[in-house]
């Protein structure tokens, strides 16, 4: 089941709500709790039942870690008992995500590399295995830290299933939830967070039924279908891909947090206009906050962050972005694309050491080509698939413009090639460009989802707005697509 499918706006959701307050009303707030955990494993399970005994085991030997972390064993001199316990729960927790995603990319390159012939696994990836780990690593840590007291199993097992935001995120800490599903006063109905959180719903559901799924389109046709690429074909495949991933992904966040204020429950924010950054470091301040944040306070930190020289400090942002990339997926793009980003995070500060500044414009612009050219490596299937569009974004396979120009005679000269253009994306290529402009305009220079909720008052003018991109994002249910971070 997907955010924009018809089941979950029309029947899986306002049953699930329904129930939850009716019962919180009349039958007490545990049996709400209960009734609202097995909605959310109804609808984890809902997309292949295969998936939940896994994740119930998980949430149990987590729990079962995490309440020994907490003071369920003794403390020995040196807390080595509380150390190894927690060493445990990491080691299985990685183990598990790297068994599932990372064996058959694994035996691929030994089998690449010693000439064997092991049969690869074919494993089913569990769905949001990496977000409902990493939030389950979060908790550990925090319990070893003593940042968590004394969890009960209830709280535990609907912090890490709540239905929200299981499958894709926005990767929330114990902290941030349990304590909102514990607040009486949340208990009731609340008019004001129900009415913006279908101004969010709204918001993204027309980001992805109406923008990302457009601009996927020309991506998948770029990407997945055209063997070769030329100038203008490779960078309109480039970017309909970037603002496709922005609208997906940034759409996902906005139907999560619109759900969860429904049940009264703010989750954390995800996206800050990440394509207006100036600086590397600034887009991932934007980017996918949650995961940032994980990174820094889980990896880049205890690495020992910028407190021990600038090699070192260079060498943690290298490891604590290669760790991100590979999160992401199984495959040397991936890992070639989180290396881009901490290399490029790595020369940002050198840089930054010369005391040269540049200006804003061109410092976004230097930043928005490479955030674009590294989304190339997200995207691609293989290197191979990668070098097809790098290839066509240099120039490599020649550039073509549209037959009309023909006649122009200094275009001649510049040896361009005349025809139909861009025939490997689409042969509608003004659609195509005032497209993917108008994505951009609303990705760069339009009020984001957190600038728009802050202002929101309801009222007609309000009304009329969620009214009309309600509108079109349902009239886009039709082409029901998977969000692309579930399948990370």
């Keep these: 089941m997907v955010f924009n499918s018809f089941e979950y706006i029309f029947i899986f959701l306002p049953v699930a709500w329904g129930v939850y307050f009716v019962f919180n009303r009349y039958l007490g707030a545990t049996v709400a709790r209960v009734a609202l955990i097995l909605f959310s494993l109804f609808f984890y399970s809902y997309w292949n039942p295969l998936y939940l005994p896994l994740l119930i085991i998980s949430v149990v030997i987590n729990y079962g870690i995490g309440f020994s972390l907490q003071g369920g064993i003794a403390a020995d001199a040196g807390g080595m008992r509380r150390k190894i316990m927690l060493l445990l729960g990491l080691l299985f927790n990685i183990g598990l995500l790297g068994y599932y995603k990372y064996s058959d990319f694994l035996i691929v390159n030994i089998n690449a590399a010693a000439g064997s012939n092991i049969d ?3 494993l089913l990836l569990p769905l949001g295995i990496s977000f409902f780990t990493f939030m389950q690593i979060s908790f550990l840590v925090d319990s070893y830290r003593g940042n968590i007291k004394e969890t009960g199993i209830l709280p535990y097992v609907q912090y890490v299933t709540f239905f929200p935001y299981i499958v894709s995120g926005p990767i929330s800490r114990y902290n941030e939830i349990a304590p909102q599903f514990a607040d009486k006063e949340k208990w009731t109905l609340n008019h004001q967070n129900i009415s913006a959180g279908i101004l969010l719903f709204a918001l993204g559901l027309f980001k992805k039924t109406f923008i990302a799924d457009t601009l996927a389109l020309w991506a998948n046709q770029g990407f997945d279908t055209s063997s070769t690429l030329k100038f203008f074909e490779a960078w309109l495949t480039s970017l309909s891909y970037t603002f496709q991933l922005y609208f997906d992904f940034s759409g996902y966040t906005d139907m999560a947090l619109g759900t969860a204020l ?37 990896i880049y930190i205890p690495l020992g962050g910028n407190r021990a020289g600038e090699f070192r400090t260079s060498l943690n942002v290298f490891i604590t972005f ?9 495959g040397w793009t991936f890992i070639l694309w989180g290396m881009a980003h901490g290399l490029g995070l790595i020369v940002q500060r050198l840089w930054r050491r010369t005391g040269i500044r540049i200006n804003r414009y061109v410092s976004w612009f230097i930043t928005f080509n490479f955030v674009n050219a590294a989304w190339v490596l997200f995207r691609a299937k293989d290197l191979t698939g990668a070098l097809k569009v790098y290839k066509g974004m240099l120039g490599l396979n020649g550039v073509m413009i549209s037959a009309s120009l023909g006649k122009i005679s200094f275009l001649k000269s510049l040896s361009f090639e005349f025809g139909e253009w861009p025939a490997a994306i689409s042969k509608n290529i003004t659609y195509v460009m005032y497209y993917i402009a108008a994505a951009a305009v609303i990705a760069i220079f339009w009020k984001n989802s957190n600038e728009l909720s802050a202002k929101y008052e309801p009222g007609w003018r309000w009304l009329v707005f969620i009214a009309i991109i309600l509108g079109i994002g ?15």
Aim: proline letters at 3%.
């Design 474 to 488: 349902l009239i886009h249910v039709t082409r029901i697509s998977n969000f692309v971070y579930a399948n990370f």
């Design 262 to 298: 429904f049940f009264n429950v703010r989750l954390p924010v995800n996206f800050d206009s990440p394509y207006r950054s100036l600086s590397i470091q600034d887009f991932w301040r934007r980017w996918h906050i949650s995961l940032s944040r994980f990174l820094r306070d889980y």
């Design 322 to 330: 290669l760790v991100g990339g590979i999160w992401h997926g199984a």
């Design 120 to 122: 690869l696994l074919n």
